[in-house]
């Protein structure tokens, strides 16, 4: 114990960084526990699909979706999500709802502004497509 107190008085600096790295660490682990928005694998996308006639909702570019989605999905940018222009998904407010993007970074954007439009089960696809496609499982092309 003496040589922690010892370190912490000689290296103030990096003690701190070390304190205020492990806060943020602890507080995005108690967010993401209690958020309304769950991550979700691809295994557990294919069976919301299945038993709960979940909708995925893809959110890359126009392009990047024409290159390949998920089987069902629908394309909706994330700029129409936050303009309330949901093409008809208002009616599906309580059915579950996964957002997918390129990686799993932008859709929490996305998956946040559902919720707060009074979407009741908004999940996320984690790792996005680049785990879809890495996990080997099949994508369809749209026809141009």
């Not at 492990?22 to 967010?31: A, D, P």
């Not at 009074?118 to 996005?128: A, D, E, H, M, Y």
Request: with cysteine.
């Amino acid at each position: 114990m003496q040589q922690y107190i010892e370190f912490v008085t000689n290296h103030p600096i990096l003690s701190a960084v070390w304190v205020v790295l492990f806060i943020m660490l602890i507080t995005s682990l108690i967010k993401s526990r209690f958020s309304a928005i769950k991550q979700i694998s691809p295994t557990e996308l294919t069976l919301q699909v299945n038993r709960n006639n979940a909708v995925v909702l893809d959110i890359r570019t126009e392009a990047d979706f024409a290159k390949g989605h998920i089987t069902g999905a629908k394309h909706l940018p994330l700029a129409d999500i936050e303009k309330q222009q949901l093409a008809g998904l208002e009616k599906q407010k309580d059915v579950p709802i996964i957002v997918v993007c390129q990686a799993g970074m932008t859709a929490s954007k996305a998956a946040s502004s559902l919720v707060k439009q009074g979407f009741t089960t908004v999940s996320i696809l984690q790792g996005g497509m680049g785990s879809w496609t890495g996990a080997s499982l099949p994508v369809v092309k749209s026809k141009r």
